[in-house]
């Protein structure tokens, strides 16, 4: 088990915070965008034009034409629930899309955001169409707002999750939105359900795919052992295709970053044969 608790802590935390000292404040720009939004929307609804404006570009409801709820969405996405407060949602939203973008990069994290919340919001429509009688939602249900940002949240911290093998991080987002719904089957609780369900599928579907390629790459490289997979896999997962030249290797040194010094130091020494391009010895 402590194996286990500080394999977790490297992958989620250890790794993540020395991703953010190199990158910078540009590594998590995303997240800082979404807290903004989230704030300045909470003001625009302070006002009486603001809240109209709000309400014809974000609001989404199981009521509307589908082809108006693809539109408003995005936006949708930095809209806060009314019932809920917004400040102390805010880190956990933060939280949510910074660790995403620095694990995933922002391209996927922005998709992961969108897809589950659309999930969310597509399968609440179908369950409402169901009714409560066939495991679905009373009609009036069409007529409530949807989660906002929420379903956002849980699946970025699902979907993460599930990529960088962290059960505890699951248990504490994921798990307990989980739980909550099953004991409160409401809207919200059903979107956020659905939303689980599809970060797990996918992130599933990404492991299964980068483990595939890690087999291929050792493959390819006559290197199967054990320390050589799960650096290649712990490298893939933050996004990159293949270890620098400075990384540590089980021997001491990749053997790409020896045969690129070799190569190095032979077309230094070239230079030097009075610029003539040619190794010394060469005739």
């Known amino acids: 088990m402590g194996r286990v608790l500080r394999g977790e802590w490297r992958r989620v935390v250890v790794d993540s915070v020395r991703e953010a000292r190199r990158r910078g404040v540009p590594g998590v720009s995303v997240a800082l965008f979404a807290a903004l939004a989230v704030i300045v929307v909470h003001g625009l609804v302070q006002t009486v034009a603001g809240a109209e404006a709000v309400r014809l570009t974000g609001e989404v409801r199981a009521d509307l034409p589908l082809g108006q709820v693809l539109l408003r969405t995005p936006v949708s996405l930095f809209i806060a629930a009314p019932e809920l407060p917004v400040w102390p949602g805010l880190p956990k939203l933060f939280l949510a899309f910074a660790l995403a973008e620095l694990t995933l990069g922002r391209t996927r994290t922005l998709l992961i955001a969108y897809g589950t919340s659309l999930a969310g ?14 495991l679905g939602l009373p009609p009036e249900m069409a007529h409530v707002l949807d989660t906002g940002p929420s379903a956002a949240v849980v699946g ?97 040194g990749g053997p790409r970053a020896r045969g690129g010094g070799r190569r190095m130091a032979g077309r230094r020494a070239a230079r030097r044969v009075g610029g003539e391009d040619r190794v010394p010895g060469a005739r």
């Open 121 to 134: 919001t597509l399968g609440a429509r179908v369950m409402i169409a169901l009714g409560p009688d066939r």
């Open 156 to 252: 970025l911290f699902t979907y993460v999750a599930v990529v960088l093998r962290a059960p505890v991080l699951f248990a504490v987002t994921g798990g307990i939105v989980v739980v909550q719904s099953l004991l409160k089957p409401n809207l919200a609780g059903r979107e956020h359900l659905i939303a689980v369900s599809v970060a797990i599928v996918l992130a599933v579907v990404r492991r299964q795919r980068q483990s595939a390629a890690i087999k291929w790459a050792a493959d390819q490289r006559g290197c199967p052992s054990a320390t050589h997979s799960l650096f290649w896999e712990s490298s893939s997962l933050r996004g990159s295709t293949e270890p620098d030249a400075g990384s540590a290797h089980p021997s001491g």
